[in-house]
């Protein structure tokens, strides 16, 4: 029995661990408790595995190493600086202003609350990064009023839940620079590869409602007018967007000598620019060229715009790292509060406390992580793990497929970070080993772990969205009617089928891979590549005394004559350097 349980510690250690968590103890202190007591019972148990266990009280000694590491981790204050940034913003009113804006903007079709919603959602994961902060924002200003103009309860609250779990995915994520540093490669590659899957998970939420509004149309009913507050003017707006168009494309031209390939960014920046200071003109010296809408869509929209290109643009060009670009889009954020009058020192201390408690919280479970794998990886358990999934039946297709069921179950469970610390330290050596660029198994299991905000009855998306949302009936402050709350019921039905959703980009992720290997650049066929040897006078083209090559040999079988261009050695006498 001794003998058994020595030779099988992995597998009996990771199945400990499932229990310790299934048991509810805090996941930082599961991790740690189990490395430590399987380390002790492994030291007893090592001379009876037979070799499989190398464990002994030595080892203890690269443990304050290891926590080191982990402290001294640069690419782990990304973490700190996306929070704080997202945190500010929230607190700077952008979310209002940009739901209010969009919403009047799409509010004539039918469902176009939740166009705004999903619109917004994208927005603020490309500048937050933070699922709590944009699922709080928009269940606060958005579900009130799309309950008071006729909305299912359901598919406005399953709109605000998956559109608030898009800051997972879309580049500036927490995850991503989690799952990064756990495969170690670079934040900046996940980036890029993360950024065209964000964008289609977000174009089917967008396909999802318009289905819906075609199928049920009372389901999600078009902003009445009496709510268009801002009027009309999409005309002014697309003439003022051809206009800053024209202006990029100019600069583009101009700027191409000095900048080359990156000449197309800094003339959309100067396009931008031009068009959002003269809508600032307009509206405050009261010229009114552009209508309301367009003036208010432009200064609204700009601003985060600029923040996204300060964090993503200058990380995608080279120019910051992601930490740097952290650090740029925390002052961003800061600036932008500011300049809205809504920066205090009481909401700075806010900002900070919960990035403190944040960058606690997985810093606690990077050291309980560092702790397990270090007594895992002593009684061979990461072998154990790479066999058995290398092993699968239908090789890289089926091990996509055993993880991606796996992780889906687990997301029922533990949250993302948790997953990306135990899990995906165990996946990348297999994944590895069966030649899976990183990078896409990386943003494939980010889609994946996505789903584990949306989980009912565990998704903390939904638990976001449930602490705000109306629980007992209310008086609504526009129309004074009396409104009936969201049931926990309703939450939950609303968020399935956009776990759905989730579930199919999966499947896109695998049955199209470029879209995240573009990372990589433009593929090279190496058919392509032709070698073209420099003409060289002296070596087979007549000169030393050799034919050009290709040429016949010269008649009579003789050598063919010196060059006349270079002098004769005559081997027989000393060398002369006259």
Request: without cysteine; proline residues 7%; positive net charge.
């Given at each position: 029995m001794i003998h058994f349980i020595a030779e099988n510690m992995a597998p009996i250690m990771f199945f400990c661990l499932i229990i310790f968590l299934l048991l509810g103890y805090p996941v930082a202190f599961s991790l740690a408790a189990n490395g430590l007591l399987f380390f002790f019972i492994g030291v007893e148990l090592a001379p009876f595995s037979s070799g499989s266990i190398n464990l002994s009280w030595p080892l203890l000694y690269a443990m304050p190493e290891r926590l080191w590491g982990v402290m001294s981790n640069d690419t782990l204050l990304a973490i700190p600086f996306f929070t704080f940034m997202g945190i500010v913003l929230e607190r700077s009113g952008m979310a209002e202003d940009l739901l209010d804006t969009i919403g009047q903007l799409f509010g004539p079709i039918r469902g176009g609350l939740a166009y705004a919603v999903i619109f917004v959602g994208a927005l603020l994961a490309a500048t937050t990064g933070v699922v709590a902060a944009s699922v709080i924002a928009m269940g606060l200003i958005s579900l009130p009023i799309m309950l008071r103009y006729g909305y299912d309860r359901r598919v406005a609250s399953g709109v605000i839940a998956a559109s608030g779990t898009l800051a997972q995915i879309i580049p500036p994520s927490l995850v991503l620079i989690v799952l990064a540093d756990q495969l170690g490669r670079s934040v900046g590659d996940m980036y890029k590869g993360a950024l065209i899957p964000g964008l289609v998970?977000?174009?089917?939420?967008?396909?999802?409602?318009?289905?819906?509004?075609?199928?049920?149309?009372?389901?999600?009913?078009?902003?009445?007018?009496?709510?268009?507050?801002?009027?009309?003017?999409?005309?002014?707006?697309?003439?003022?967007?051809?206009?800053?168009?024209a202006v990029a494309y100019v600069a583009h031209v101009l700027l191409t000598p000095t900048f080359g390939v990156d000449a197309d960014i800094w003339g959309a920046v100067v396009g931008i620019i031009l068009i959002y200071i003269f809508a600032i003109v307009d509206r405050a010296m009261g010229l009114n060229i552009m209508s309301r809408l367009a003036q208010q869509v432009i200064i609204v929209l700009i601003p985060p715009l600029a923040l996204i290109f300060l964090v993503l643009g200058t990380i995608f060009l080279g120019i910051a790292t992601p930490t740097e670009g952290g650090a740029m889009g925390a002052v961003g954020a800061l600036i932008m509060a500011a300049a809205k009058g809504r920066l205090s020192m009481e909401v700075v201390k806010q900002a900070l406390a919960a990035t403190t408690r944040l960058s606690s919280f997985v810093l606690f479970i990077l050291i309980g992580a560092r702790v397990f794998s270090l007594t895992f990886y002593g009684v061979n358990g990461h072998l154990w793990v790479e066999h058995l999934l290398t092993s699968l039946p239908g090789g890289e297709l089926g091990f996509l497929i055993v993880v991606n069921v796996l992780v889906f179950f687990l997301a029922f469970f533990l949250d993302f970070f948790e997953l990306a610390f135990i899990i995906v330290p165990l996946l990348a050596p297999a994944a590895d080993k069966l030649g899976i660029d990183l990078i896409w198994f990386g943003v494939l299991l980010g889609v994946n772990m996505q789903t584990s905000f949306m989980h009912p009855p565990f998704g903390f998306a939904l638990f976001y969205l449930r602490s705000v949302a109306a629980k007992v009936p209310y008086l609504d402050k526009v129309t004074g009617k009396r409104m009936q709350p969201v049931t926990t019921g309703q939450i939950y039905w609303g968020a399935v089928p956009f776990v759905c959703i989730q579930v199919v980009m999966v499947g896109l992720v695998i049955a199209f891979p470029q879209m995240v290997m573009h990372y990589k650049g433009p593929v090279v066929d190496p058919n392509s590549i032709q070698i073209k040897m420099p003409d060289m006078p002296g070596l087979g083209g007549g000169g030393l005394g050799l034919p050009p090559l290709g040429s016949p040999p010269p008649a009579g079988g003789g050598t063919a004559p010196a060059n006349p261009t270079l002098p004769a050695n005559d081997l027989s006498k000393p060398p002369s350097f006259n």
């Open positions: 998970l977000t174009g089917l939420y967008i396909l999802y409602i318009l289905v819906m509004s075609i199928v049920r149309p009372k389901s999600m009913p078009a902003l009445p007018l009496e709510a268009r507050t801002l009027g009309h003017g999409v005309t002014s707006l697309f003439v003022a967007l051809a206009a800053a168009f």
